[in-house]
């Protein structure tokens, strides 16, 4: 673009042309704007004539459903919110606006963010590119599943318990779930709060850095956001990686690892090796408990920022009712989905009477346990293995116990 | 963990859910699945262990007591299913 051989309107329309092809297939997008899309390009192609540019003006970006941007229609996946019109843009979208980039459409993903196979959207499933009939994995399936098929440049994506990293690990690309508070929150639909993250999902580390140089940053309207120094993340892109320390959690490669993936992985440490890395053996005992700490504190979090979908304000009302009561109940039962549902219940049965104690704070008392089994050994390592698909899709499988086990841990602690 | 289909029907009514029987049948097996999942934390010795309810260790921040957001009543309400004169419209709850 900044040698004038494309103008960010024909490559928004490249793009676009692909997505009518293509989107019937994959069902990747849930909302494309053409007109919308071209009213941004137009103006970065403004931009770039006057050379005010950023790495990514022009670029177009494709958004997970889960953020709100201002006149676009924004569902999270939901029969809920199915006809929400968002009126405000959220913190990532207003980033992405600040530098000129075009946002190409919203991406399909799990209702709510609940799922690890995008099976779940009210919109259908999402398609694997390079298997149609496997799963392009969850929540973030559907920006997987564009950033692979070339139906963007990049995309964005929520990962409260894996949903970055799985899907982009079964779509084959690069994914990023930042350090919990270095992405701001604000507008984009809540699942579970203390987990939630925002991180970019593209074709390259390189790509990754840029778009995190533009999500990153202090936002005072996230009570949760954090104020550091500002970082460059490509700073260390072309630095050699002697030095580097890998931390290989021996729990994540025993029982359950097929015998394929464990190939690929130790292909890929001995390439870290011959960069230059070592690999540092580690233990994080907790980790199994990862999966019943996430299946309490995710689901009762999650059943309180979900109270709000009531039919009053935004969102899904019943047509029929008796009594505000009524209207609430038929609202819920019928603008939620099954597994958003499940989850609801749980939430709340864990913080109900007689079941808090021994259930919400018991889990929260653990997942001490295991961000200290982590923290005891990042102080030492300086990455460690998260690598979030033991075994590897098979056909329209539901992500397994196992998966989670290697994701969940470094949600709880977020590093 | 012995949780009764009326107790389904209790944490439905709290989560302003609607059920049917069926729907109370699939949910009551689906939290028993859950619970006997979660079971494994009992074993847990946690004595002593402050619970982590957030990956910060950090307090809220203070702001100035300031207005900082600009009343936007049409804007917001043009979302909403029902409104009169810029007020919700639900069922009445008050004779």
């Not at chain 1, 350090?179 to 390259?204: E, H």
């Not at chain 1, 990153?216 to 030095?243: C, H, I, M, V, W």
């Not at chain 2, 009326?6 to 709290?14: G, S, T, W």
């Amino acid at each position: 673009m900044r040698s004038k051989k494309i103008s960010s309107v024909e490559l928004t329309q490249l793009y676009l042309h692909r997505i009518t092809a293509l989107n019937s297939k994959l069902n990747a997008y849930i909302t494309v704007n053409e007109e919308m899309s071209l009213v941004q390009a137009r103006a970065a192609d403004v931009q770039l004539a006057q050379s005010k540019i950023h790495a990514l003006t022009g670029i177009p970006i494709a958004q997970k459903d889960i953020f709100c941007a201002m006149g676009w229609r924004t569902t999270c996946g939901s029969k809920m919110l199915s006809n929400f019109i968002a009126p405000y843009d959220a913190h990532v979208i207003e980033q992405f606006n600040r530098v000129g980039a075009v946002n190409l459409g919203k991406t399909n993903m799990d209702e709510f963010a609940m799922g690890s196979s995008n099976e779940t959207s009210y919109f259908g499933n999402v398609k694997n590119p390079w298997n149609n009939n496997a799963v392009p994995g969850g929540s973030s399936g559907g920006s997987a599943a564009a950033v692979s098929a070339h139906l963007c440049a990049a995309a964005t994506g929520t990962d409260t318990g894996g949903s970055i990293r799985q899907p982009a690990a079964l779509c084959g690309i690069s994914g990023l779930k930042p350090t919990y508070g270095v992405v701001s929150r604000y507008g984009m639909i809540a699942f579970a709060s203390s987990l939630d993250q925002a991180g970019p999902m593209a074709r390259s580390a390189e790509d990754l850095a840029l778009l995190l140089n533009v999500m990153a940053g202090f936002d005072e309207r996230d009570s949760t956001s954090l104020q550091r120094e500002t970082e460059d993340y490509t700073r260390d892109l072309n630095k050699p990686l002697n030095g580097l320390r890998i931390g290989l959690p021996k729990e994540f490669f025993a029982a359950g690892l097929s015998a394929d993936v464990a190939q690929a992985i130790e292909a890929s440490i001995a390439e870290y090796k011959k960069l230059g890395a070592s690999v540092v053996d580690i233990s994080l005992p907790n980790s199994r408990l990862s999966i019943p700490v996430y299946y309490v504190l995710a689901p009762a979090e999650a059943s309180s920022n979900l109270s709000r979908y009531d039919g009053v304000r935004y969102g899904y009302r019943a047509p029929e009712y008796t009594n505000l009561a009524d209207m609430y109940e038929k609202s819920r039962a019928q603008g939620f989905g099954e597994e958003v549902k499940r989850r609801i219940m749980i939430g709340t049965s864990v913080l109900s009477h007689g079941y808090y104690d021994a259930y919400y704070l018991q889990a929260q008392k653990i997942r001490r346990l295991i961000a200290q089994d982590l923290s005891k050994h990042l102080s030492n390592v300086t990455s460690s293995w998260d690598q979030p698909l033991p075994p590897l899709p098979s056909i329209w499988p539901r992500k397994t116990m196992t998966q989670c086990r290697c994701t969940f841990p470094t949600s709880i602690l977020s590093r | 963990m012995s949780l009764s289909i009326n107790d389904v029907y209790k944490v439905a009514r709290l989560a302003r859910l609607g059920m049917t029987e069926q729907e109370a049948q699939t949910a009551h097996t689906q939290l028993l699945n859950i619970f006997g999942l979660i079971a494994e934390m009992q074993a847990v010795d946690t004595n002593g262990i402050a619970p982590m309810s957030h990956a910060q260790d950090i307090s809220q921040r203070l702001r100035e007591d300031v207005v900082t957001e600009h009343n936007q009543r049409e804007l917001f309400q043009a979302a909403a299913p029902q409104i009169k004169k810029g007020l919700y419209l639900v069922p009445q709850v008050i004779e």
